[in-house]
């Protein structure tokens, strides 16, 4: 007797808990496309993914909710910073949730190990962020789209700004996942100069550069190129300027100081930062009306100013809603999905761009330097065009 | 071979020494002398920092930050001792670990929703900013330097208690017998309660030391808490002197191993393939170098019952 | 017949079911989701299986036993990797690999005993992780992905089936159950158990108590292995970040959970952990604070509470008053 009291006792706990697991899931609305973002919302790295949402929410409250007249939806999925829990929530997306296209993604290693799980699937995967070279040329996938820059390319415009500068003898540090060795293989390619000393960190667990600083020190380099993206690039722009080559050797970033650290290099009063070089496809006051409103509508609701992984996602909507409209809400026509898509027919805040034929873009690369603004608040200005127009080395590789 | 280069590197590898030593003292004597192994040692470490930096941000002070951080983490490791951790004494090791590592994930969240998500960054004090000529022509960071002098001077504090003071004697007691000092009427209970309050405090000071170059981020205690036990596991558990010979030690092979070994792999490797096997296998060399002291000696380098 | 027909029996019956079931409920449910996650839970409950025959009945703490997973699952991107996709290569390197592996960590730590065998097991786990990141060639800190799944080139049988690959996964569990319940019973294991409450009256009484756990530990090690080239199949992923510290320390937890020493605790507790951390992370938001996102804050002092007040596990729910093994 006891026992089975017992029994009933744990099945009335357990029971219930797994019967609300498939119903909940079948109280969903299925009249509205639903869109798919991964990014990471929990763990220290969070602060990139919370940014993009922000700009996410932003674009969903541009366009009123709706792509033409469809009325569409954003559902999040939260990758803990793990290519696995990644795969798990896109998952849970596609199956559960139903998502009609996939979004999203900061990690390159995230998003090799979910693609699979999308592409399978039969989805549409546009990257808001991770651009990592397979995907770009042997394993490019006609279901596949960036709408960021493939990772080599910034890094080649920064080779071609050290050319310019006269750097003869360069020093590299980058953290040692898909993005970093993209990274360095980037800059080496453009770079006409010697590369003196490099060093792959272990990520993300390294955060404390001071053998790599004496060693870059002891080289005597022209100059210290780096790519160390989210709360890293704080940590190191600090130890840099401790390090004895703060004010000698200068520093050139990609990827590295943006509007996420520079609040926080104002409050530590890191006066170092200002007037340092980095090169983007991107920036705050680039000129034209889809950036101006953007920026102006993104300071106005969260009080700072976006970062790039902002302005891609909010692209990155902005880009699927010109699909989903292109299609009359019919998620199902892949093929003229794919065609819209190719056809990326929508105000982005770069200005101008191309898809190109391996679906990363064809776009402007900019010089961009730290200044403050009106308000002596610090943040990124445009300089000069470095490469315009450019397409990534590895789509010569793809074969659709 | 560039000997500037060299003694720099050295540096380097005893500013780490110095700030494992500083964890792996707590960590040795709560595990010497109450049998408890403390996974989440590493989270008032974490916690120190952030109570350090937000009292750095509030007064501009980076010495009222580490007085903050240690007395923060002092009061947090007592308070966590007295509700949590007590129950687990009379339990296997097995359990104090797990309940420890529910203890990382609980601190490691709070700390994430209380503070900003990427965690605090505070300036560096301006009387320790830039950088010191040293003999030798070594041009070496004035702020690294003075954590290597702080950690000296505890170190020397610590074993002025441990072997000067009648709760250094105790403590030597309890590690080395503690069924024995209870049974001759120390007060067990107060005493662990005092031991496990100085080692966060420890802990805590490292924390706050280390925050100008680091900054104070969630989970910071995790990467450094296993190498801390490799540490007092080299030296031999419960033994302060082992811990920071082995502390040294270890801090000297990651420094150095982390500059020179992708050197040494050049010589068989691609510079491709060499450059992401160094740091990793720099990393290794701590837990091989723990695996030959454990073959020779078992117990550690300086077990305590031998002095 | 006796022992299923009691309160555990019954219990255990109905998760093998509700296991058995769930793609044929999902399907009817039209969500596809769901088998996924069991899939996940069945492999690790798998290792947990594994774990539990040398840390429950065997005393050996060992912290580092997700290196098994990891093994298993490089073995097979490795093989993959190199286009060799035949099953049976994949699951003989699986096995031999272990094997191997196991033989050296086991005949090592085994020397060491109490707080230095978890010490020294997890070193060695720590010890591999670092090995594979340092490998270029293998995806370092990326990991690989695996393109095409193990192939037994039989034609009613492919991995690439949903369906199959589960159901593979399932009669995988109740074979490591049954095989557990083997040793646990025979002469061997109980050597095994009789060395971890008295090594030396089992030494006095002749046993050779090291061989004894040293075969036991390699034995742990193929069927955690073999978990791994599961996991492998159903990620079509394999990172490091299988074989860190805080995996092993999860596969612990499982064990704990579900009732050390039972035969059937480990699976109860790794399907439990599984659905936690299925979901914490959906907790509604309250007061503009995502709870869901901090499910961790709930989940710490779970594991906490659980070592304090619960120490004996799931199992121990269906023990009369009293009676303890």
């Keep these: 007797m006891r026992t089975a009291k017992k029994l009933s006792q744990i099945s009335k706990v357990l029971l219930p808990a797994v019967a609300l697991s498939f119903v909940g899931v079948t109280v969903a609305q299925a009249d509205k496309v639903k869109i798919g973002f991964v990014t990471t919302l929990s763990t220290p790295a969070a602060v990139i993914g919370n940014d993009m949402r922000d700009a996410v929410n932003l674009a969903v409250k541009h366009l009123g909710g709706k792509a033409g007249d469809v009325e569409f939806e954003v559902v999040f999925g939260d990758d803990e910073f793990n290519p696995q829990k990644g795969k798990q929530a896109t998952e849970r997306l596609i199956k559960q949730d139903k998502v009609d296209i996939m979004s999203g993604y900061i990690w390159s290693h995230v998003l090799l190990a979910s693609s699979k799980t999308v592409l399978d699937a039969g989805k549409i995967l546009i990257s808001a962020n991770a651009g990592p070279s397979p995907l770009a040329g042997k394993n490019c996938n006609k279901n596949f789209f960036n709408i960021s820059w493939q990772n080599d390319q910034t890094p080649m415009a920064m080779g071609e700004v050290l050319n310019k500068k006269g750097v003869k003898s360069l020093y590299i540090m980058a953290p040692n996942y898909a993005a970093g060795k993209n990274m360095v293989a980037g800059v080496e390619r453009t770079f006409k100069g010697e590369i003196v000393g490099k060093d792959m960190t272990k990520w993300p667990d390294q955060i404390d550069w001071s053998a790599e600083m004496s060693k870059a020190k002891a080289a005597n380099p022209d100059g210290v190129f780096i790519f160390y993206p989210g709360k890293h690039g704080g940590a190191f722009m600090k130890q840099y300027a401790e390090s004895g080559l703060g004010g000698k050797v200068p520093l050139y970033t990609v990827f590295t100081v943006d509007s996420i650290g520079l609040p926080k290099f104002q409050s530590a009063n890191m006066e170092a930062v200002l007037g340092s070089t980095m090169t983007q496809f991107w920036a705050p006051d680039l000129d034209n009306a889809a950036n101006k409103k953007f920026v102006d509508g993104f300071k106005a609701e969260y009080g700072k100013y976006p970062s790039f992984y902002a302005a891609q996602s909010y692209d990155a909507i902005n880009y699927i809603a010109s699909a989903i409209k292109a299609v009359g809400g019919d998620m199902s026509k892949t093929d003229d999905l794919r065609a819209a898509l190719e056809a990326a027919d929508f105000a982005s805040v770069r200005g101008d761009f191309k898809m190109g034929p391996n679906h990363f873009p064809i776009q402007n690369f900019y010089s961009r330097e730290v200044v403050k603004d009106a308000d002596g608040v610090w943040t990124t200005s445009i300089r000069d065009v470095v490469l315009a127009n450019h397409q990534d080395t590895y789509a010569a590789e793809c074969n659709m | ?307 | 017949m006796k022992q299923l027909m009691s309160a555990k029996g019954i219990f255990a019956i109905s998760v093998v079911l509700l296991c058995a079931l769930v793609p044929l409920i999902s399907a009817a449910l039209d969500n596809t989701y769901w088998p996924g996650v069991f899939m996940r839970a069945m492999i690790w409950a798998i290792a947990a299986i594994s774990l539990n025959l040398i840390l429950g009945y065997g005393g050996m703490v060992s912290f580092g036993h997700a290196l098994f997973l990891g093994v298993g699952g490089y073995a097979v991107g490795i093989l993959a990797y190199y286009e060799i996709d035949s099953g049976w290569i994949h699951l003989f390197a699986v096995l031999g690999s272990c094997a191997i592996i196991g033989l050296i960590v086991g005949a090592v730590s085994l020397r060491t005993r109490g707080v230095y065998f978890i010490m020294i097991t997890m070193a060695l786990s720590q010890m591999m992780y670092y090995l594979i990141i340092s490998i270029d060639e293998y995806g370092s800190d990326d990991g690989l992905v695996i393109y095409n799944r193990s192939d037994f080139g039989l034609s009613f049988f492919s991995l690439d089936n949903p369906n199959t690959l589960y159901y593979t996964i399932f009669f995988c569990m109740l074979g490591a159950l049954w095989l557990c319940a083997r040793i646990v019973g025979s002469r061997f294991g109980n050597v095994i158990r009789g060395a971890a409450s008295n090594e030396t009256r089992m030494q006095a009484m002749g046993f050779p108590t090291y061989r004894y756990r040293l075969t036991c530990f390699v034995i742990s090690g193929l069927i955690c292995g073999l978990a791994g080239m599961l996991s492998a199949n159903v990620e079509s992923f394999i990172s490091p970040d299988a074989l860190h510290w805080t995996k092993s320390g999860e596969l612990i937890f499982m064990v704990v959970l579900g009732g050390m020493a039972t035969l059937f605790g480990p699976v109860a507790g790794a399907l439990v952990f599984w659905l936690l951390s299925e979901f914490l992370p959906q907790l509604p938001e309250i007061n503009g604070f995502r709870l869901g996102e901090h499910w961790h804050l709930i989940f710490g002092p779970f594991l906490l509470l659980v070592i304090i007040f619960f120490r004996r596990g799931i199992a121990s729910l269906f023990e009369r008053e009293g009676a303890r093994p």
């Excluded at chain 2, 002398?33 to 750095?56: E, P, Q, R, W």
């Excluded at chain 2, 129950?87 to 420890?100: C, F, I, M, W």
């Design chain 2, 1 to 307: 071979m560039d000997w500037v280069l060299i003694a720099e590197q050295t540096l380097n590898g005893v500013q780490l020494g110095i700030l494992l030593f500083l964890l792996a003292a707590g960590l040795t004597l709560t595990f010497g002398i109450m049998d408890f192994v403390n996974l989440a040692h590493g989270t008032m470490y974490m916690m120190g920092a952030f109570f350090g930096a937000t009292v750095m941000l509030a007064t501009k002070s980076y010495l009222l930050g580490i007085a903050a951080g240690v007395a923060g983490s002092m009061l947090l490791g007592c308070l966590v001792e007295r509700v949590a951790l007590r129950s687990l004494y009379e339990r296997n090791h097995l359990d104090q670990v797990l309940a420890t590592f529910g203890l990382i994930l609980f601190f490691n969240e709070l700390a994430q929703v209380i503070w900003p998500t990427d965690g605090l960054t505070v300036p560096f004090p301006t009387w320790l900013g830039g950088t010191v000529m040293l003999p030798l022509g070594i041009e070496y960071s004035k702020f690294r330097l003075a954590i290597i002098g702080a950690g000296l001077l505890v170190a020397l504090g610590l074993w002025l208690l441990v072997t000067k003071t009648r709760l250094g004697m105790l403590i030597r007691a309890g590690a080395s017998n503690r069924q024995m000092a209870g049974a001759l009427g120390v007060n067990i209970p107060l005493l662990f309660t005092i031991v496990f309050g100085v080692g966060a405090g420890l802990a805590g000071l490292a924390g706050m030391l280390i925050t100008p170059i680091l900054g104070a981020t969630a989970g910071m205690g995790e990467v450094i808490i296993i190498q801390t036990f490799v540490v007092i596991v080299i030296g031999g558990i419960g033994s302060v002197r082992g811990a920071f010979i082995a502390a040294i030690i270890t801090g000297l092979i990651i420094g150095l191993g982390r500059s020179f070994l992708d050197v040494l792999l050049l010589t068989f490797l691609s510079p491709n393939a060499a450059e992401s096997a160094g740091p990793a296998l720099s990393s290794m060399l701590i837990y091989i170098f723990m695996a030959v002291v454990l073959f020779f000696k078992p117990q550690g380098l300086f077990p305590p019952k031998s002095g």
